[in-house]
């Protein structure tokens, strides 16, 4: 009853930049914390930025400094990277806790989307 579509991965060289978005579709009732996680091959998916509906927003160390998480008003999140490095390189998930409406009452989920990758070459 909830899509999570991610877009905007890519190669890219050391230093350069990428913007992911990942927009939330369905009859949604509300969004609490929006984020984006990434697994590496061969290592465990990892938080790399998280925002609440109130605007509060945590980080992984290893990105302080240099990725940025936004939302809108219209349940899309953003992830801003910026200054890429090659240890950057994973495939990116999108997650949502969302309240949605189906048979006429609210749910509950934890969404993911499918996953963006992105490639950062030195």
């Known amino acids: 009853q909830v899509q999570l579509v991610e877009s905007g991965g890519g190669l890219v060289q050391a230093g350069e930049s990428l913007r992911l978005s990942c927009a939330a579709s369905g009859i949604i009732f509300s969004i609490n914390l929006m984020g984006w996680y990434r697994q590496a091959p061969g290592k465990q998916r990892e938080l790399v930025a998280r925002i609440s509906s109130g605007g509060g927003t945590n980080y992984a160390d290893s990105v302080k400094g240099r990725f940025t998480i936004s939302r809108d008003d219209k349940n899309t999140v953003y992830l801003q990277m910026n200054s890429l490095k090659p240890e950057d390189t994973a495939v990116y998930y999108c997650?949502?806790?969302?309240?949605?409406?189906?048979?006429?009452?609210?749910?509950?989920?934890?969404?993911w989307g499918q996953g963006t990758q992105v490639t950062v070459s030195p």
């Open positions: 997650n949502a806790d969302v309240k949605y409406l189906s048979s006429g009452y609210i749910h509950s989920a934890d969404s």
